[in-house]
């Protein structure tokens, strides 16, 4: 008698999502040590029962563009059951860096196409958009202003394509601005931009908070 697969969560997004994440079968290292880690870990042990599957295919550097190149191979061919994104500041970074790979912002763009096709070849698999998110500390303290602008477009735009298609939206840039009212914003986001540890911790409790398990089906 074959099993059944159990539901199937896949992370992707950038660095913050990878969490240097193992490249082998290593059970110890294959979430790495971020937010997915933390999610994985509650509901893996609160719905052990139906022994759900969770999956980190986040690769650090990307943008959205560089997730449609590998989407076939790191989405759509696992067949998830729920893929959640996170992706944005890499996008941006170009951008403000004045790189030639940020030469055009193409985030809605990619982040649209990359909807339409996940939502023909699999219009079962429930989608989660993460919003992105910034701290004024490290690398963004410099041209703060534009900084906060560029990511609030981004935001709009994640928030936008989330209605559109039918997603869950994760909201994190507020959550992280109360955050930094009881202790300064590299305690959370060491650099602006890449979490630390509890960082990592406000991102799953969000999650938690909007996914959680009532939408992850079959499994209550």
């Avoid at 990619?110 to 919003?131: D, G, I, Q």
Wanted: charged content about 25%; proline content about 5%; hydrophobic content about 40%.
């Amino acid at each position: 008698m074959t099993e059944t697969k159990g539901y199937t969560v896949l992370f992707q997004g950038d660095s913050i999502t990878d969490g240097a994440r193992g490249r082998n079968d290593d059970l110890n290292h294959i979430l790495g040590h971020g937010y997915p880690y933390i999610i994985a870990a509650k509901l893996g042990e609160e719905l052990a029962a139906s022994k759900p599957i969770f999956i980190n295919k986040g690769i650090s550097g990307n943008r959205v563009s560089d997730l449609y190149a590998r989407w076939n191979e790191d989405a759509i061919a696992l067949q998830p059951d729920l893929i959640s994104i996170l992706i944005g500041v890499n996008d941006l970074w170009r951008t403000m860096s004045g790189e030639p790979s940020g030469a055009t912002d193409r985030f809605e763009r990619a982040y649209r196409h990359l909807l339409e096709e996940t939502k023909e070849v699999l219009p079962n698999a429930k989608l989660v958009l993460m919003e992105p998110f910034l701290l004024k500390t490290g690398a963004t303290s410099e041209n703060w202003e534009e900084w906060k602008a560029g990511i609030n477009r981004y935001q709009e735009t994640v928030r936008k394509l989330a209605d559109q298609y039918g997603a869950i939206f994760v909201p994190l840039q507020e959550a992280f601005n109360r955050a930094a009212e009881v202790a300064e914003p590299a305690y959370w986001i060491w650099d602006g931009v890449h979490p630390t540890a509890v960082g990592h911790q406000v991102i799953a409790k969000e999650w938690l908070k909007v996914v959680g398990e009532p939408h992850i089906a079959g499994l209550n």
